[in-house]
């Protein structure tokens, strides 16, 4: 199958996925933090890390850790959300916005990694 056809068909399905978990996040939160995002953020970085050793075919990757996880995650929300918490005079927030993105997310794909090699 054609590359880009993969790549667009698994972005469609992380973009609805991302759409979906967001929904069920924000009704279950009353915080004005950004929390849907960041847990989006932070299961696609687990899931990434973990299916790079897993999914070895290139089509596979394509398919799911481009396209899906690539439309799942969500760092131009993430950027957005930051911008309007600092202009909204929130900037401890945004600062906690930044630093938990990055260290949680980062930490899950580490996380997911090494939880992939426990498997192969």
């Known amino acids: 199958m054609n590359p880009f056809i993969m790549v667009a ?8 996925f991302r759409y979906g978990c967001q929904l069920l ?8 933090f950004p929390i849907g995002t960041l ?6 970085s687990f899931l990434i890390g973990f299916g790079w050793l897993l999914l070895g075919n290139d089509q596979t990757r394509l398919l799911f850790l481009v396209g899906l996880l690539g439309g799942f995650t969500t760092f131009s929300s993430f950027s957005m959300e930051t911008i309007k918490l600092w202009e909204n005079g929130m900037s401890t927030m945004a600062a906690m916005n930044i630093l938990l993105n990055n260290v949680v997310a980062i930490g899950l794909c580490w996380l997911g990694y090494q939880a992939g090699k426990l498997i192969i």
């Open 9 to 16: 068909l698994g972005g469609a399905l992380g973009a609805s």
């Open 25 to 32: 996040i924000i009704q279950w939160s009353a915080s004005s």
């Open 39 to 44: 847990t989006v953020n932070a299961l696609g």
